[in-house]
């Protein structure tokens, strides 16, 4: 009899826990966090917007500084080449980057039409490691370095090194190759700090502290609002607002 009872208690617990997970999975689709692409980001001072391919890589961002309003379209040729345009709305210069990449080797040439005057092959390329990731930029005899943290986020770069909180980066779900996101001509406001993984809390210049983030207004994991310090006074240098878009809404 004892038996009996002990083999109906075991088949009603695992009936029971069976209607249990599915209700937590059913549970868990409800409450899915969306993921997330940076739309807008601004401060005072200047205004970046981003739109994306459906693949959730950038292929625009108009950036507004002042009166100067600055526009960088990227594509994505089927062959392994990526074609960046930069250009001024209010001048005539602008630059076109031709990036060819070829074993795990980013190499760039672009021109100004402004002055004509070209870029060669062997000026600025990337050395990528076997995640795709930037291990080393080089611009004629300038060498820049890069590690990373067992996350996967940037800890140097150059002389510059960095810690990270454990949120969702801004740009954690973008997928625009990473050395388009460093490079300065391309990302000129946003290249430094970087917010691939995790979200930047503090940047170190020589080893000393140079400046510090705070963040918040969480939508999703994702930061709204950043606070921009001076790592010695605590006075704050600027406040940048995101919006976001989801890649949901996009599809």
Not at 82 to 109: C, F, M, P
Not at 136 to 165: A, F, L, M
Not at 202 to 210: E, F, G, I, T
């Amino acid at each position: 009899m004892k038996r009996r009872f002990f083999i109906a208690f075991f088949v009603l617990s695992i009936y029971c826990f069976g209607l249990n997970s599915c209700s937590k999975e059913k549970d868990q689709e409800v409450v899915e966090s969306k993921v997330l692409l940076p739309k807008r980001i601004y401060s005072k001072l200047w205004d970046v917007t981003f739109e994306y391919d459906q693949k959730s890589r950038l292929n625009k961002t108009i950036e507004v500084v002042g009166s100067t309003r600055n526009v960088v379209e990227i594509s994505y040729p089927a062959t392994n080449e990526y074609k960046v345009v930069h250009y001024r709305l209010q001048g005539a210069d602008t630059t076109v980057i031709i990036a060819a990449e070829k074993n795990n080797r980013i190499d760039i040439s672009g021109y100004k039409s402004s002055d004509g005057k070209k870029m060669k092959t062997s000026d600025r390329c990337y050395l990528l490691d076997s995640q795709n990731r930037v291990e080393e930029y080089q611009n004629g005899n300038e060498t820049v370095s890069y590690s990373y943290d067992e996350k996967g986020n940037i800890e140097s770069r150059g002389t510059k090194t960095y810690t990270y909180d454990n949120k969702k980066g801004i740009f954690s779900n973008v997928k625009t190759p990473q050395w388009i996101l460093t490079d300065e001509l391309v990302f000129d406001q946003m290249s430094d700090p970087l917010f691939f993984v995790n979200n930047v809390r503090r940047v170190k210049q020589n080893k000393k502290d140079w400046v510090e983030y705070m963040y918040s207004g969480y939508t999703d994991d994702h930061p709204t609002v950043i606070q921009i310090k001076d790592s010695d006074t605590g006075n704050e240098l600027l406040q940048v607002t995101i919006e976001y878009i989801s890649q949901q809404d996009m599809n």
